[in-house]
């Protein structure tokens, strides 16, 4: 098993989760409020609070990627036990001239809005294979004007903190 290429796919999933990829997910992820999201990397399914949920576009993009990666570096799909993701969300407003993040996302969102959305993301990924567990945590906080709408390309991802921590480890048998 290529085992830094897991470690790496950990990582970046993370980092996927909080990219440009998301803008298409973040009015969903406003609806849903505060709490924590998990998406399963092999399946796309994903739930908020234990419970299902409609398949999110950042979803779909993290399936897409995970399989094509372990697809790219012959990596059977079948060895690996568990792939997933899990995303405490915390949302709150703030004032326009209080913005903590260097660059806000300003997608099409409503530039007379006196308030923006603010969430802090606390991103845990586990990729794990019959002999080893790949995990990886980030914390980013992001903030965006109300009315922000998917976007067909990236938008701008500079946040203003983030903390990144990876770690392999092995499973006891």
Request: hydrophobic residues 35%.
């Amino acid at each position: 098993m290529r085992k830094k290429r897991l470690q790496c796919m950990a990582e970046t999933v993370c980092q996927m989760f909080c990219g440009w990829r998301l803008t298409g997910s973040k009015p969903m992820l406003v609806e849903l409020g505060s709490g924590t999201i998990r998406i399963d990397m092999l399946t796309g399914r994903c739930t908020f609070h234990n419970k299902p949920t409609p398949l999110l576009p950042i979803a779909s993009e993290l399936l897409i990627w995970t399989r094509q990666e372990l697809i790219s570096r012959d990596i059977p799909i079948s060895k690996i036990l568990f792939a997933r993701l899990a995303a405490k969300l915390s949302f709150s407003q703030v004032r326009w001239n209080l913005r903590t993040t260097e660059i806000l996302w300003a997608d099409n969102g409503d530039p007379g809005s006196t308030s923006m959305h603010q969430c802090t993301f606390d991103c845990e990924s586990e990729i794990a294979t019959d002999a080893d567990v790949y995990h990886s945590t980030l914390r980013e906080v992001q903030e965006w004007l109300p009315g922000v709408r998917p976007s067909p390309g990236p938008a701008f991802s500079v946040p203003g903190y983030r903390n990144i921590e990876s770690r392999a480890y092995k499973l006891g048998r």
